[in-house]
């Protein structure tokens, strides 16, 4: 699964940065030091909208249609010291809380959470139905803003 996890981060990381790459309206930019400090999924999900209208796209092919049923957990706090999975009743309606709530949830789940150090019986067999899910939707993604495969080309490092 550690391999999983890692390929999803990669893809991910390749796919938002090519998108804040492609059009910096897609980029949440501090306006005193210009630094870009994350993907804008609202304005992603308004251009989405325009390219394929939510309310007619067909989410039984698309092989992301769990992230628009089933929102992923958040990581809460207890009262106690501890820590818990929850989560809670968000009807997925737009691509903006489509990509706003359940794939940056999703993403912040893989990057920051280990269910196997904190099991709750709504989260086994999800990791690798939620990982299959980004995948597709990351796909999705770069297919709608690029002409090639171009945005998932491997990291050149020198």
Same mark, same amino acid.
């Given at each position: 699964?550690?391999? &999983?996890? =890692?390929? %999803?981060?990669? *893809? ?7 998108? /804040? ?7 949440? @930019? ?5 630094? @870009?400090?994350?993907?804008? +999924? ?21 092989? %992301?249609?769990?992230? &628009? ?6 990581? /809460? !706090? &207890? ?9 809670? =009743? /968000? /009807? @997925?309606?737009? +691509?903006?809380? *489509? ?16 269910? !196997?150090?904190?099991?709750?019986? %709504? ?16 796909? %999705? ?12 080309? !491997?990291?050149?490092?020198?």
């Amino acid at each position: 699964m550690d391999d &999983k996890i =890692a390929e %999803f981060m990669l *893809l991910a990381a390749k796919m938002e940065f090519f998108l /804040v790459n492609l059009d910096q309206d897609f980029a949440h @930019v501090d306006g005193g030091t210009r630094v @870009v400090r994350g993907v804008n +999924w609202d304005r992603i999900g308004q251009s989405l909208e325009g390219m394929y209208p939510f309310a007619d796209f067909d989410f039984e092919g698309s092989g %992301f249609q769990i992230l &628009k049923e089933t929102v992923p957990q958040y990581l /809460v !706090a &207890k009262e106690d010291g501890g820590l818990k999975w929850d989560s809670e =009743a /968000v /009807v @997925v309606s737009s +691509w903006h809380t *489509l990509l706003g709530r359940s794939y940056a949830q999703l993403r912040n789940n893989v990057a920051h959470g280990n269910k !196997a150090q904190l099991p709750a019986p %709504f989260t086994h067999n999800r990791t690798k139905d939620l990982l299959e899910a980004g995948h597709c939707l990351i796909q %999705f993604i770069g297919e709608a803003y690029s002409h090639d495969d171009s945005w998932s080309y !491997a990291i050149q490092f020198q």
